[in-house]
């Protein structure tokens, strides 16, 4: 019985002994992450994600490695510019790790080495620069940084993804004086540019009364191109009835020139009457005369009459049918 009772105990113990020296042996690697191995306190291997199998009691676990990307947020720190101004400005570094073995052996505290690289790197850039470079260029200080920690970082088997400056912020007094000075900027532009709508609305106007003048004197020439022409015309007319009037009165029709003279006298006497500047108008005038150029164009007109009768009579027309046509 007591033969049974030992043996019973070594096969429990050698259960457990299997069961711990699984359990050594078999490990599960997280996704995202790779596990060291190190044999007699020396690294040999890494585990990739997924079962790794390790030799129990010769082999062991020495570093599980976050290989995904990670972020440290650097804290707020006083730097001064080339100038001496003196800022607060912190960042946010994005790193991955690539060789596990190094980041694991190379350094003994990653990430606090990462922040103290960040820290000095920054009060080395922001001391290279001038305050209104540092506000503006931000983008310069993000690649800057991101070129010289990666090189630093290499050694350590680390990836340097991003690092951005989030926030830079100037003493009280320098931020005053910028607001200042960005006021001023605004009502220098506000009043180039309003002096500029001021030029532009004067040379539009100048522009406008210029085509107005130009149409204007465009009108008058027109206008007296016309005018001539229509003294010209009237002045042939006139040449032609004083021709017409002169061979008249050259073949000894007195009646014609009376008519003309009749008609010269009329045309003066309505102008004298019809002058804006006179209201009674007193004209002394000789019976003999006006007898006379009434009787020339009487006659005048007994002549044409006298002619149309004649006409009338050789067509056998009766007298009235000349005038109910005319």
Do not use: C
Not at 1 to 27: H, K, P, R, Y
Request: no cysteine; net charge neutral.
């Amino acid at each position: 019985m007591d033969l049974s009772v030992g043996v019973s105990i070594a096969a429990v113990v050698l259960v457990a002994l299997v069961v711990v020296t699984l359990a050594i042996g078999i490990n599960i690697v997280p996704q995202g992450h790779v596990y060291t191995v190190e044999r007699f306190g020396k690294y040999h291997r890494s585990l990739e994600s997924g079962l790794g199998l390790i030799a129990p009691y010769v082999e062991r676990i020495g570093r599980r490695v976050n290989v995904m990307e990670q972020v440290i947020d650097v804290p707020s720190q006083e730097a001064f510019t080339r100038d001496n101004a003196g800022v607060r400005i912190d960042a946010v570094v994005f790193y991955q790790v690539l060789d596990a073995a190094r980041a694991s052996y190379e350094v003994s505290n990653l990430e606090v080495a990462m922040m103290t690289l960040t820290m000095t790197n920054i009060r080395t850039v922001v001391g290279s620069m001038d305050l209104d470079q540092l506000l503006s260029h931000r983008d310069e200080i993000n690649e800057r940084l991101l070129r010289v920690m990666d090189a630093a970082a290499s050694p350590w088997g680390v990836k340097m993804t991003r690092i951005e400056i989030k926030d830079i912020v100037p003493p009280a007094d320098l931020a005053g004086a910028m607001a200042r000075q960005m006021k001023a900027e605004r009502e220098k532009r506000a009043s180039v540019l309003e002096a500029e709508g001021h030029r532009q609305a004067d040379i539009l106007r100048a522009e406008g009364r210029k085509q107005s003048a130009i149409l204007e004197a465009e009108g008058r020439k027109e206008a007296a191109f016309r005018d001539a022409e229509a003294r010209e015309r009237g002045a042939e007319a006139e040449a032609r009835a004083t021709q017409l009037v002169s061979e008249a009165i050259a073949k000894g029709d007195i009646a014609a020139a009376n008519f003309l003279v009749a008609e010269k006298y009329v045309e003066a006497v309505k102008a004298i009457a019809t002058a804006p500047n006179q209201r009674v108008v007193v004209v002394p005038i000789e019976a003999a005369a006006l007898a006379g150029t009434l009787g020339g164009i009487a006659e005048i007109t007994r002549s044409v009459f006298g002619e149309g009768a004649q006409a009338r009579k050789s067509t056998g027309l009766p007298p009235n049918v000349g005038g109910a046509g005319r």
